[in-house]
């Protein structure tokens, strides 16, 4: 069974940082691109920040500078790091487990952990 599971989300003050993590079980972690996704209400989903099983990294125009994933292939965790935060970045936060091969795309998601930004 594959799990999903992320943590750090909460209130912050704008410019406030957060670091968001994910923690996942049940897949061979290192195959997978794992990313951050973030839906605020009324908007569709929107990638955050992408890298891939060896550690190629890209991020949308609205994050770049601002936000850094990383990963822990031995631990098999993904992080989000997130500095200078803005109103507009608030959403819920997904996490997403991506392996596409020739016959399958095989993707997961973690239950989202809200990341509000708010004075």
């Known amino acids: 069974q594959v799990q999903l599971v992320e943590a750090g989300g909460g209130l912050v003050q704008p410019g406030g940082s957060l670091r968001l993590s994910c923690a996942a079980s049940g897949i061979i972690f290192s195959r997978y691109a794992m990313g951050w996704y973030r839906q605020a209400p009324g908007k569709q989903r929107e990638l955050v920040a992408v890298?891939?099983?060896?550690?190629?990294?890209d991020y949308p125009d609205s994050v770049k500078g601002r936000f850094t994933i990383s990963r822990d292939n031995a631990k098999n965790t993904v992080t989000l790091q997130m500095n200078s935060l803005k109103p507009e970045d608030t959403a819920v936060y997904y996490c997403?487990?991506?392996?596409?091969?020739?016959?399958?795309?095989?993707?997961?998601w973690g239950q989202g952990t809200q990341v509000t930004v708010s004075s």
């Open positions: 997403n487990a991506r392996w596409v091969t020739s016959f399958y795309t095989h993707d997961y």
């Open positions: 890298i891939t099983g060896i550690g190629s990294t």
